[in-house]
């Protein structure tokens, strides 16, 4: 196991409050895309944070139903290339709301029937948040890369007449301030009626990591109340172990155990400069 | 007598029928109705699982009807945060576009809120207990472990539900906060979940009526939703009298909602018009 980086043993910590949302990182760093800002640096080459066994994903789940989770996530790399996604989903969503992440280029029509068909049969949503990263092709495509903005249209539009209801997520990156009513004029501008975006601030980390910047302390933390972090309620089922953070899954510094969930409910160190992003800006990974 | 978290005993009132509502959002004509109609409806108690503020074009003309009627009421996080005088509402919001008629909503709440009745809201308790004959009911605003937790019906497993009556000692939880009603039995009916929904906004079913909840105690609970009809047009008209968003006027009207509409899951988003 690589060496826990320096800082992590001082670092401020989040209780474990209760697990509200399941993270399953189900391609590991597996991706068709290198988009330049990816939190986990994912791409097509040979992933540095292998694909989760399908086992594996299955146990969690389980083990995560006892807990009374209350809602799940897929995300990688892509996890649309994951060959066992359609039964894990169905497996997810006999038991909980199942969100899952991708970048809206490997989605064809037979795929989005098989989703609309298991949404159908669920008692649960299935939620599908596409990413885009401008409303306009080229600053969209400048970092998630060439012909990724039409592809991931062509998803949406897909998605939303099987009454998917897609969810645009969109990080800063490229659009500024404005954005949320840009991607909404984009969305209404494709003939899908209910809109839905969600706006994520750029974390310091993957491929956005730049040099070392600030990390939270104690001191930064009096008088905030830490059971409103996200990775209070949150864990994360990764290949090589789980974490309380779905962006700094695979990081040694963040790992919790190497297998178990119920291994992995303590206290989790807010040690990453993304942490400290999470804490200034109240971002939500989830949903809403 | 039970205890809950600690220590210190809580009153538990019993009961054979109770009408449980949430949600009034300032809308004092549709409580009114409501009201009128649990007396018909012969129920035992009134309880209303909170955020009394908000939307509506009347905060003030609501407590008054409450103390007529003598509802109990569980705090909720708009009038959490009424009472504090905090800067929003903490409604749970992350969409720019909701938190603009939320920051709106909450100022004109606020504005036209009397220092009487915040003080009164200060005072409200985070939950109620309640029996009804054998059924050991739990009545919070979001859940029970979260004032602002949005307990939607598609997003809300059977899991959680027996997790978190087995942690708060109940058979029956009720809630609010979604502002859209919905139930369900657990375990061949030995354990029960419903929100009650909202009497201050409609359905998002495209009628304009309201809904609370009728509880009946006995060997098998009984949970009806009851529909009101109210004088939606005097509370469309006094939202534009007093410059509110047309879109919540519209709400009121058409029974569609305009607004706070990102929050919603795939599932119950797909059922509106918007």
Known sequence: MPAIPPGVADAPRAPFVTLSALWLVLTGTLCNLRCTHCLNASGPDEPWLAPLDGAVARRALTEAEALGVREVYFTGGEPFLHREILPLLETSLAMAATTVLTNGTVMTDALAGALAALAGASRYSLEIRVSLDAAEAEANDRVRGRGTWERALRTLRTLDARGLLPIVTATEIADGAGAYDRFRALLRGLGIAKPRVKILPVFPVGRAAGAPGVRLTDADLEGFDRTTLQCAETRVVAADGVYACPILAGLPGARLSDGALAAALGPAALYHEACATCHRTGATCRNA | ?274
Do not use: Q
Not at chain 2, 33 to 44: G, H, K, P, Q, S
Not at chain 2, 86 to 107: E, F, I, K, V
Not at chain 2, 129 to 155: D, K
Not at chain 2, 227 to 254: I, K
């Open chain 2, 1 to 274: 007598m039970s205890s809950h978290r600690g220590d210190v005993p809580e009153r538990v009132s019993e009961h054979r029928r109770i009408a449980v509502l949430g949600g009034v959002y300032s809308n004092a004509e549709a409580l009114a109705a409501v009201l009128a109609d649990t007396r018909r409806r012969d129920a035992e108690a009134v309880f209303c699982l909170g955020d009394l503020g908000g939307f509506g074009a009347h905060p003030d003309r609501v407590f008054p009807l409450l103390r007529e009627h003598d509802v109990r009421v569980v705090r909720g996080n708009y009038d959490e945060a009424v009472a504090a005088g905090a800067a929003d509402c903490n409604c749970g919001y992350t969409d720019p576009r909701d938190n603009h008629y939320a920051r709106l909503s909450y100022a004109y709440t606020v504005a036209h809120t009397s220092a009487t009745n915040r003080a009164w809201l200060a005072t409200l308790p985070g939950h109620r207990r309640a029996r009804l004959g054998p059924h050991r009911v739990f009545m919070c605003h979001g859940s029970p472990r979260r004032i602002n937790e949005f307990l939607w019906e598609s997003t809300t497993p059977d899991g959680l539900l027996r997790r978190l009556l087995a942690d708060h000692a109940a058979d029956v939880l009720l809630c609010t906060h979604t502002g859209l009603k919905w139930r369900r039995a657990l375990d061949g009916g030995a354990a029960h979940a419903v929100n009650v929904g909202a009497v201050g906004r409609p359905e998002n079913d495209g009628t304009p009526d309201v809904w609370y909840a009728l509880l009946t105690g006995g060997p098998e609970l009984e949970v009806e939703f009851v529909s009101v009809a109210y004088d939606h047009e005097a509370a469309a008209r006094a939202l534009e009298a007093e410059g509110l968003p047309r879109e919540f006027a519209e709400t009121l009207r058409t029974g569609w909602w305009t607004t706070c509409l990102e929050n919603l899951p795939a599932r119950e988003r797909a059922r509106g018009r918007f």
